[in-house]
DNA sequence: AATTTGTTACGACTATTGACGAAAAAAGGA
DNA sequence: TCCTTTTTTCGTCAATAGTCGTAACAAATT
């Protein structure tokens, strides 16, 4: 577990200090572990409006040791709730093959479909109103080799409202199966490098309210464009 | 090579936060790159002794500013030499089956021998004059099965002056001989839970000037010592 | 030994952080 | 709708960060 939380505490600090907006990913992580400022403050021997403070952003460049503080709070708080959110991302973390996961990234605010699709340079098959709050990229012929359902899981990276995207997609039916196997669901998924679209894939996206869209970008192309956001 | 890049950002951010040191941890990595703190200055645009101010601690509590212009810098410097120093670290980010990895960590000043030895509660077999920068503990069981000599090279950390730990080992011969054939040079190997030390290990750690150590503390607590160090 | 390169120590000063509390606003529940 | 809880906004101030330049020190090279 100790490695599962350095690795935890790396990937938090490391989205902080790189983002334009500091405070609004602390306080991202702090909804993800789902505590409240008053708690979050009362923990770190702060008042709450300091919390606030740093979450709208008033502090451009807050100091190491704050954000020490808040991370190193957060994950006690969550020890004390039986590790409940960083158990999640144990898995994760350690046992992915990760030659199968092309890029992963989250985003500090999350997009409308419309956004994304116009990213994606993408046509929609099926709409959706859901956003979509990060990616993971997925080499399908890759993972077909040497993913089972349950692995899919693992694909996730921290919210669930976000899109998978499958490369190397034929007709798209595979991908779909396993994300309704697999019970995942993610706010869009994106078919990558095909021309006709299965329609049971189709199906699937519908009844899942699952946001389906088909892109022909080049996979480098593509993954500028996500990775532009924001 | 993006992922690379992040999860290698997100490493370093994580270490200068979580550093008594942070300065001390920000010079670490400056050497790492192999970057003069004159150059660093240059192309953040900074007098050096700025450079010197912060990495002597005399900042307590940098700002994220300051950290994310220091990594960006050392990043745009590394590219601009054909990423010599990130793409050692490529395949050890995208490839390393982490079940094998049972812990690992890099120490912000190096250990002598004497002192690495009494962490581990360990009993020297071959002594070395080298320091320990950091270590790896790996499952040998696991490692066995599943990785060839050249997976070995992937189980270092950012450092080779290091210590490779060996658990559930059995006479300690296979563990020596893969690191011989892989022309990995730890400072120091440390067997654990073995009852009698196969005389060739002993042989191929004094013919590489590799510290040979045996310990049997429980792995728990193992880890917990390791960890506790600084 | 002299020179060059790299680094350190420190005084100084402006800008910003870190933190508080009070009042206002927003969110959630009965 | 009312009440409670949570969060936000903002003025304020002491402490510290961010940065400079200078002199000194240390290491490497000629």
């Known amino acids: 577990m100790d490695h599962v939380i350095d690795v935890l505490k790396d990937k938090i600090s490391g989205e902080v200090v790189f983002s334009e907006n ?19 403050a009362d923990k770190m021997g702060v008042s709450p409006s300091v919390i606030s403070d740093y979450e709208s952003d008033r502090r451009k460049s807050p100091g190491i040791n704050f954000i020490r503080k808040v991370i190193t709070a957060l994950f006690e708080i969550d020890k ?18 990760l030659d199968v996961i092309i890029d992963m990234k989250e985003y500090s605010r999350p997009l409308r479909f419309e956004e994304f699709l116009d990213v994606v340079n993408g046509r929609a098959l099926v709409k959706t109103d859901r956003v979509v709050g990060g990616y993971t990229i997925i080499d399908s012929i890759k993972a077909i080799l040497t993913l089972n359902a349950y692995d899919f899981y693992k694909l996730y990276g921290y919210t669930s409202e ?7 997609v034929t007709t798209g039916r595979s991908p ?3 994300v309704r196997v697999a019970n995942l669901k993610p706010s869009v998924v994106v078919l990558h490098g095909l021309e006709r679209v ?16 088909v892109t022909n970008l080049r996979i480098e192309e593509l993954i500028d464009r996500l990775r532009g956001v924001e």
Chains 1, 2 share one sequence.
Do not use: H
Request: net charge positive; glycine share 6%; proline share 2%.
């Open 176 to 178: 779909m199966v396993a």
């Open 162 to 168: 976000r899109a998978l995207i499958f490369t190397k």
């Open 22 to 40: 500091p405070g609004k990913a602390l306080r991202k992580w702090r909804r993800i572990f789902e505590v409240s400022q008053r708690e979050l």
């Open 80 to 97: 004390s709730r039986g590790y409940k959110t960083i158990s999640k991302y144990r898995e994760l973390i350690s046992g992915v093959n």
């Open 198 to 213: 299965d329609e049971i894939a189709v199906k699937i996206a519908e009844m899942d309210n699952v946001g389906l869209v």
